[in-house]
């Protein structure tokens, strides 16, 4: 065999021989580039040995070549180089400018920008590109006339936005704010969704006066974009000025979420709960405020009246009516009310007093008085909304501490340690509730999705069913169901959840996509006749498109292939060769056929054909070419004709010499790749390693390269070791 080295060249004769293998033609073709490069038109490629072009010709190619690699410095040097040659090509200015306003050479760009308006007056182009330039320069005034112009000739044209924006900016530079609002306007009627314009807008309507515009932009940032902090508390004037209720509620309680103890805004939605009827909602705001320092009389007073009347809870309200009394001692009615509800307490605690005495029982709610206990209620309540889980954690954990039996504070510490990755703090919250509690769809999914973080699928998959034996509409768990019974090989679970899926003809799009899942499971769990019943009966029931019933013919394939029925997988596919879709995999399959039955000439016929449908298809595509020289490789591989394999492979790589070819150095790691695995097969592992290191070089974290030569070194040492005996576990799929 030939020796080679790993060395590529760009200009190889490497389409040549593809040709002379596979017989047709090969042609190369260019990424297209991003952003720059696709405003810069690209000559097609000249080959050196057909023609001489012109100097400017070349020059100006590479500098589109340079643009397309994104090397913005070599363009401008090779477009300077190409002016001196030839100083007046408009397309070559125009694509030179923009790769100078790309770079920011704003003085370098003005130049041209004038120089193209002089070839063409007419062009809105290049008034653009000049009002851009000199926006950036500074020149405010010059930028708002011509990105004026440019919208005002063309306000349907392609820089009809964007210049405008810019016009708007110069105005807005020059301090001229009020020509800029109505210009402004138009522009939000062009792009009406976009969040940071609109803030725009609304904070200058709110600087100009212009309230009623300003609330209708508020409106949309807060409704439409969920608003911001400052979006809250700028708008909220406005509202409360425009007696506008319900914005004003969304300022007050949307600036809480991001300052849960702003006391202003506490104070103004407990006054508005209280006034409209609406204790039960006022009682959170006016805790926060007294645990936050205030102190007057009044706000206990209030308290104490909605834990008692609102709540029903006079245990709670105990404290807040004392803490009242305290600073309003004349007050009689209040003492009055403290000693009825000192007598409802004292009725409801009468069997703790006769067993236990009544000092234990002063000491015990001296140290769990419920005042404290609503406070951290309300506090959990809060930093839930928020989403601030640490806090809430803490708080959670105080609350069960006192308070042990509340299985509602259970099962969402539960939920929060498990949210927080502690799956076994949140087990043991679970197992900690009553058994009685231990049930509900809520509980069976948090127990499943527990199972499942610590990779128990086989527990996850238990829960799943009992929660979905409660809430069987969960469509999308049922089909992660599916697919995870049968990835795991629980065939009685995968026929369970399978049998979820939604029957009616409203959701025929769920059941066909569960469906296909459930088909390819029992593929992977080798059930060929199940799914060949499942395939026949999928396809007399549900109305399939053409995309849909060329998968399940791939699926009747596969089953005919694994089940050794090569003969009739055989004339299957012909029947679906009469077609026009998918001709060349259908001969692909042809292939896979006759090589898995061995029948190599048929293989090379088949092969022979798809080299020729390949051409009439796909004459100039080269990735298509290597794709075939690939499978000529592998049939004479599979067919016994390893050496020959190897010296075609060996031949073509030094072809591939010195190549920076971009494709053609992915290719030659595939051809690299290949050939060491034949080289395995020959037991030439001296060979193989060689390749193996040079490839590991260029690519170090690939894990099968790296793989491959750990056992080639081995495999030098000892050729008799089982493989498995060197990285048990490990797929080779290179290897015999």
Known sequence: MKGHKFHFSLFSPLILLLCSFLFSPISLFAEEKESVSKQVATHGVVLRNIKKQPLWMELWEQARAAVNENNKQEAVLRYQ????????????????????????KWQDAGKITRTLLEMDQTSLEYLFYDGRVALSQKRYQKAAKYLGQVYSRSPDGPYSIEALRGQISALKKMGRIEMADPLMEQLYLLIPHEESFIRELARLSKQLGHDAKALDYYKTLINEF????????????????????????????????????????????????????????????????IAHGEDHAAIYLQAGKIYLYEESRPDKALYYYEEYRKRNPSDKKVVLEIKRIQAILANDLLTIVENEGAWNLWRDLAKVIPDRLAVYYS??????????????????????????????????????????????ASTEALNSMQTEQQNGKDYFFLRAAIAEQQFDYKESLKFYKKYLLQTSDDYPLV??????????????????????????????????????????????????????EFYDDFSDREKL????????????????????????????LRLLLKGKNERIEIIRQLIRTSLLQKDWNNAWKWNEFLVSESQFLHSNNSTIQFDLFIEKVSILEQSGQVEV??????????????????????QSHVLHLKLAGLYFKEKEFGKAKAILEQLVLVSQGDVETNVLLKIANIKLEDQELSLTTIDEGIPIILLP
């Open 379 to 424: 506090m959990a309540e809060q930093l839930e909304e928020l989403g601030k889980e640490t806090e809430l954690l803490e708080v959670l954990q105080i609350i069960q501490i006192h308070n042990p039996l509340d299985q509602k504070i259970l099962f969402q510490l539960a939920t929060l340690y498990f949210s927080l990755g502690h799956s076994e």
């Open 645 to 666: 394999a190897a010296e075609m492979i060996e031949d073509i790589l030094e072809q591939m010499l010195n190549s920076e070819s971009e494709d053609l150095l992915t």
């Open 545 to 572: 498109n053409t995309i849909e019933h060329e998968i399940i013919n791939r699926q009747r394939i596969f089953i005919l292939q694994s089940e050794e029925r090569y003969f009739q997988a055989e004339q299957e």
């Open 479 to 532: 089909i992660k169901c599916i697919q995870r019974a049968g990835n795991i090989g629980f065939i009685e679970e995968l026929d369970f959840f399978y049998g979820l899926l939604p029957k009616s003809s409203q959701q025929k799009e769920i059941r066909k996509q569960g469906s296909f899942i459930y088909g390819e499971s029992l593929l992977a769990n080798k059930l060929f006749s199940k799914a060949k």
């Open 81 to 104: 180089k190409l002016f001196i040659e030839k100083p007046h090509i408009e397309e070559a200015l125009r694509e030179y400018v923009i790769v100078l306003m790309a770079l920011e």
């Open 226 to 289: 969920g608003g911001t902090e400052p979006d809250f508390l700028e708008s909220e004037p406005l509202f409360v000025s425009a007696d506008d209720i319900e914005m004003s509620l969304q300022c007050w309680l949307g600036y809480l979420k991001f300052h849960p103890y702003y006391i202003p805004f506490h104070k103004k939605l407990s006054v508005f709960y209280l006034e409209n009827n609406q204790a039960h909602k006022a009682l959170k705001h006016l805790l926060v405020r």
